[in-house]
């Protein structure tokens, strides 16, 4: 038979369960925005794409992960921390499977800019989650393990 300890013993540390699958949001955005800089080689050689169009790409990317910030974070505000990082996560992670679908150059800056919108809500959310989730004494550390 389970004690109180024993039952609230798993979840005795959950912030750091939270904190490692923020840690993992923001390694995959990393390493989405760092895959079109290994594949650039390929992509220009098989679409005949020059140094500006690949430019290009990568501005889709930027513009839509700067303007994405502030909306990614009101509607954090509005839906919670964890429905709004959930959709987030889950929007980034089709635009990021939709990236497959590219045909060309227009497709595929269309879904560089989905999965830059996509992404925004990575550091709003993550930067909430510890707030909400740490106590002041350790928040500088969470957000620092991000």
């Not at 840690?23 to 650039?40: E, G, H, K, P, W």
């Not at 839906?79 to 929007?91: C, E, I, P, Q, Y």
């Amino acid at each position: 038979m389970m004690n109180h300890q024993t039952a609230v013993k798993p979840f005795k540390n959950l912030r750091w369960y939270i904190g490692g699958l923020l840690f993992l949001s923001t390694v995959i955005n990393y390493i989405d925005r760092q895959t079109l800089s290994v594949l650039a080689p390929y992509l220009k050689a098989d679409y005949q794409w020059s140094n500006t169009d690949f430019a290009w790409l990568i501005i889709a990317f930027r513009i839509a992960y700067s303007f994405g910030q502030p909306v990614a974070g009101r509607l954090l505000d509005r839906l919670g921390t964890r429905r709004g990082l959930s959709w987030g996560v889950a929007f980034y992670s089709v635009a990021a499977m939709l990236t497959s679908l590219a045909t060309g150059f227009r497709s595929f800056a269309f879904f560089r800019f989905l999965l830059g919108a996509g992404e925004a809500s990575n550091w709003p959310g993550a930067t909430k989650a510890v707030a909400e989730w740490f106590p002041k004494r350790e928040s500088g550390w969470a957000v620092a393990a991000l």
